[in-house]
């Protein structure tokens, strides 16, 4: 088997993108300035009083600083503080002490001087939410390969939602290997959601990416990822955090005709083929980290993965979508009216549908799609 290729991937998240704010160009800069002087002296001519040049005071330093580059706010200050001082000296005659009058020009300057700092200081934090934000992102692609991943075997597109939009890595995870025994798929939904479920995601990640190459047979992968959440739990108690499991999925795909699949506690899959959505029959196990208090062994199902059909595994985020008066989405109703949608854009179309079915209201879990499309050519 060759080893798992990554294409090329476009990320579901805005979020993964972090973006700085784009200044206005300097052309446009001073068009602006120019226009609304204009607009506040011809104001302030027709009021005869320079009151009118607290809009500009207000307006001009203190938007500069929020959108514009720093030498850009100094110029819009620089304006600002120039235009108010010359009014003050050009129409002495009409009205107003000096003392009101310096004080005007002073209030301009202080505001302009203000303005620069503050720009400063945004930029400053901007830098370092786009540092912080670019290492994430980074993180993100080893701990959670960007999607699709191809292998001899298989075609596995996705979307990835953490139910918190501004994290990028939450409860839900997945993973696909190409081993010496074919490609092993992995998708799961660590108890919890959000950041404090992302170190037992970290734990069964790398326990997989390990022992998918080292383990013949899933049975004794799946040991190797329990064994990886319970160690994880004894960490958890040592530092006073909470102990967790993780509900699974891990499927064996390889030349045959037929798949493995070990549920450990998770959603079912469903296959598509033929027109037909169907569930594989299956036991459901117990989660990672729970396999001590089991009585049975860890059992491997194998099924009929026909070449062209496409697998559909998710986490609950998909399974307990609810509609605004309660009802549960209806996922084996809605693949197959998905049916002739494309394996690689059938999770954004599902996510979407979902999205829709609740009302576009606030999710609450995290929310994870894979598509597993057979190659449509076996030996």
Known sequence: MTGTHLLRTRRSRPAHA???????????????????????????????????????LVFLPGTASALCTVRQTRFVSAWATLVVTLTVLLRHDEGGGWLDRTLLVLFTLALGTTSVYA?????RRED?????????????????????????????????????????????????????????????????????AVGAAFAVIGAFREAAHRESTLTALVDALDTAVVRHNSYAEQTGDDERFVTALIIGVDDGPEAQLVNCGHVPPWLMHDAEVTTPPLDSGVPLGLAGLAAEPTTVHWFDFPAGSTLLLGTDGLTETRAPDGAFYPVEERLTSHLRVSPTKLPRALFEDARAFTGHDSRHDDFAVLTVRRSPHLP
């Open 18 to 56: 972090p973006q700085a704010i784009e200044p206005p160009g300097n052309a446009e800069l001073v068009v602006s300035v120019l226009a609304v002087t204009v607009l506040v002296e011809l104001l302030g001519a027709l009021s005869r009083s320079p009151v009118w040049l607290l809009g500009l």
């Open 119 to 123: 720009c400063e200081r945004r930029i």
């Open 128 to 196: 370092e939410m786009l540092r912080l934000r670019s290492t994430a992102a980074a993180m993100q692609r080893h701990i959670l390969r960007p999607l699709p991943l191809v292998t001899d075997d298989v075609l596995v597109n996705g979307v990835y939602e953490p139910v918190q939009e501004d994290r990028l890595v939450g409860g839900d995870i997945y993973d696909v290997v190409a081993s010496p025994w074919g490609t092993r798929v992995l998708i799961g939904d660590v108890q919890g959601k959000g950041l404090a």
